[in-house]
Structures are given as C-alpha cells and as structure tokens.
C-alpha cells in the first residue's frame, strides 16, 4: 500500500513539530504572497492600495470555500488512511478534485457578472471600482489555478507529508516576487500594467502550484484514480467530503464577509483608514501563520489516530498544541507592539495610513494568544466530525461578537473602539471554544 499511516506512531511533539515547521514556511509563503502585491500596489499610490484591500474580503470568500473543500478532503483522506484503505484514498482523493472543479466554474461566472454591483455595495468610489475591475476580471479567469490545487494541496498533507506542500507553496511566492514588479511597473521588455500586472503575476505564479501539484498526485502518491467510477461511488465520495467541506467552507466564508462588512464601516473614516485596515488583515494572517500551520498538521495527525483509534495521542496533542498558542500569542503581542510603526513604513507613508496600522497592531495583538485556541478547537471539532459546533463558533465569533462590537466601539471611541470589539471578539470565543472541544473529546473517547 502505497499510502500507510505515519502520525500514529513516535513521539507526540517531536511529530507535530516536524509537521508544523514546513507546513509554516508553506502559509508564511502563501501569506507573504499577498504580502508581496501588497507592497509593489502600495507604491502606485494610496486609491490602488485601498482597491486592493476592497478585493482582500472578496478573494478570501473564494479561497475559504476552496479551503474548506481542501480541509474536507483532507479529513476523511487522513482517516482512510489511518483505516489501511489505499482504495477509498484513491477514490475520495480523485472525486475531491473533480468536485472543486464543478464548484469553480460556478464561481467564474458569477464573480465576472457581479464585480461592479459588488464593490460599489463594499463602499468603493467609482475611480476604485475602475481600478478593481482591472484586477478582479484577471483573477476570476484564473480561478481554477488558485483554487483546485488547495484541494489537492490538503490531499498530500493528508498523508503526513507538510513538506511538499509548502515547497510548492514557496516556489510559488518567488515566481510571483518576480513578476510582480516586471508586470506592474513595466521593467525592460515588460508592458505597465498597474493592478493589472499584479493579477497577471498571481495567476502565472498559481499555475505553477496547479501543476505541481497535479505532478505529485498522480506520479508520487499515486492517490489519482483513472477507473470510471460507478456514479454512485462519485456521490458518497462527495457526501463524505461534503459533510466536513460544507461547514467548514461556510464558516470560512464567514470570515470575510465580516471583514467585509467592517471594511464598509471603515470606510466612514476615509479611503486610507481602508488602506491601512487592509494592511493590518494581511499583516494578522502573516502573524497567526504558525498557528494555522500548526493546526493544519494536527488536523491529519488527529484523523489517522482517530481512524487508528489511538484517542490517548489525539487528547495529549491538543494539549500540547493550545499550551504553544497561548505562549504564541503572548509573544507577537509584545513584538508588534514594538514594531508596528517600521512595518507600517514599509506600505505606505501617507501619515493616516501609518496611525491605523500601528493603532491596530497595539490593540488587537492582546487577543491573539485565545484567537489561536480557537482556530486550533476548530480544526480539532471538524476532524471530529463535530463541523457544525466549529461553524456555529465561528458564527458566534464573527456576526454575534465581531460584527456589533466593531459598530459599537465604533460609535464609543471612533477607529480605536472598532478594533477594541475586534479583540474583545477574539477573547470571548477563544476561552468559548476550549471549553467546546474539551467537552467533545471526553464524548469521542466514550
């Protein structure tokens, strides 16, 4: 058997450890991805920085649906395999992939209809909406290439395997590193294209992650099947994958919308406190990288132990994992209070743009230590397949808390109460969320 359970047996930290370290390098890549347009935007000017940032939520909905497929997959992959089962890995593997590619060609048209209507709704001025017109209809055709290879991405992670996802990852980052500034600022042989260049770089970078991806599936793991499948062996692959996929994406999606819907709020106090908002959603996801990684490895580490029936080593890891986040937290609250002001340098001078950055990064960052318990509960809840107590958190945290205590503080204390409800937001479902999933693992072990 080509793909066999390698999480259930070692040393419990030393094996997260060595799965959580390439799985960081692989999201810091693919954070420092949207880090790096971010960077080249920023020097055309503030209206092409807060474009960006209007298409940060949009692009995020995408890509949490994707996630959420990608973590769906990853889940019942990873317990097959804990299950010796080389065929239903095959199976679920093959019909993942084939479901992702159905759902984005739904969203290809409808994104391209509905650009306009869309971000006008977000509160862009019609000069931005100009501006993300140009972007946005780049990166909807070049969908597949983001989305599809998340999936499949999440299928070789299932196996125990961090490194080669996140070597792809990488690859990826340095390709759109360099395209970046060739494309949009017109370097040598190369057209200016503005915004346009950074989308173009975007999806020339993507494809290259599609297919190696693709290499690796079919050539390495092996885990592609080329049978024709009975039609009904199709709907219990996507049933499974659905079950996790569906709530978890939906919970995801969440997010952004959120973000959305604040960003609008924002927007009430001038397009550069957007511009800086934006930054600080980027510069969040780059800081909270490690703990995604970690999350992301002790999601396949939970399910082939959960498949193996090795509930002794699932409990053990959760505790060690929420030990590291709260200390993670604490950490990054110290140092971005010390270095908010050079990073805010970095993306833009414009004096209004700097003041949000660093008055973000000195008050959200105290929150950070639960917000990691919580993303770490909901990783744990979904490969219990308990996905709707982790939707239903993420629910709670997002439109009962962060939604109304961003308007309230809003109204309170301006842009400072607005970030205030955001962290408050964070404590409240981070000690929420660890009292669910310890409630859920006695039941598991029962």
Excluded at 95 to 102: G, V
Excluded at 114 to 127: H, S, V, Y
Excluded at 131 to 149: E, H, K, N, Q, T
Aim: charged share 15%; hydrophobic share 50%.
């Amino acid at each position: 058997m080509k793909n066999k359970a390698k999480l259930t047996k070692g040393p419990i930290g030393k094996t997260l450890t060595k799965l959580t370290i390439p799985m960081t390098f692989g999201l810091l890549g693919m954070i420092a991805f949207n880090l790096v347009d971010t960077f080249f935007v920023g020097k055309l000017g503030i209206n092409q920085l807060a474009a960006l940032s209007y298409t940060f939520p949009v692009i995020l909905v995408v890509t949490s649906i994707a996630l959420g497929l990608g973590f769906g997959a990853s889940a019942v992959i990873s317990r097959a395999i804990g299950e010796g089962d080389n065929h239903k890995v095959k199976r679920l593997t093959t019909d993942s992939l084939l479901l992702a590619f159905l759902i984005v060609l739904f969203f290809v048209i409808i994104g391209l209809l509905t650009i306009k209507p869309l971000f006008r709704n977000l509160g862009a001025t019609p000069e931005i909406v100009t501006l993300i017109l140009s972007y946005m209809r780049i990166w909807y055709i070049g969908m597949p290439f983001v989305v599809i290879p998340m999936v499949g991405n999440n299928a070789i992670r299932a196996t125990g395997d961090t490194k080669t996802p996140s070597a792809i990852m990488l690859v990826a980052v340095c390709i759109n590193l360099i395209m970046d500034p060739l494309l949009i600022f017109g370097i040598g042989p190369f057209p200016e294209l503005g915004l346009e260049g950074a989308a173009i770089a975007t999806i020339f970078s993507r494809f290259t992650v599609f297919s190696l991806a693709s290499y690796i599936l079919i050539k390495r793991e092996k885990m592609i099947s080329f049978h024709k499948p009975k039609f009904y062996e199709i709907l219990e692959s996507w049933k499974k994958v659905l079950f996790i996929g569906i709530p978890v994406a939906g919970s995801r999606v969440i997010i952004p919308i959120s973000i959305g819907i604040v960003t609008r709020l924002i927007s009430n106090f001038g397009q550069n406190a957007v511009a800086g908002f934006g930054v600080c959603t980027k510069i969040e996801f780059f800081s909270l990288a490690v703990i995604k990684a970690l999350a992301a490895s002790y999601g396949p580490f939970i399910g082939q132990n959960l498949g193996a029936k090795k509930y002794d080593r699932v409990n053990h890891s959760v505790k060690i994992s929420q030990r590291f986040a709260i200390f993670w937290g604490i950490g990054l609250m110290l140092l971005l209070a010390l270095i908010a002001r050079p990073i805010s340098i970095l993306f833009n001078k414009d004096p209004n743009v700097i003041h949000t950055i660093v008055l973000y990064l000195s008050i959200v960052p105290i929150s950070y230590g639960l917000q990691s318990i919580f993303v770490l509960s909901n990783t744990a809840l979904n490969v219990l397949k308990k996905p709707f107590h982790a939707a239903g958190l993420t629910i709670l945290q997002m439109f009962i808390l962060y939604i109304p205590l961003s308007y309230i503080g809003a109204n309170l204390f301006q842009l400072k109460g607005v970030f205030g409800g955001i962290s408050l937001a964070y404590i409240l479902t981070g000690i929420i969320s660890y009292f669910v999933l310890k409630t859920k693992l006695i039941k598991a072990e029962n």
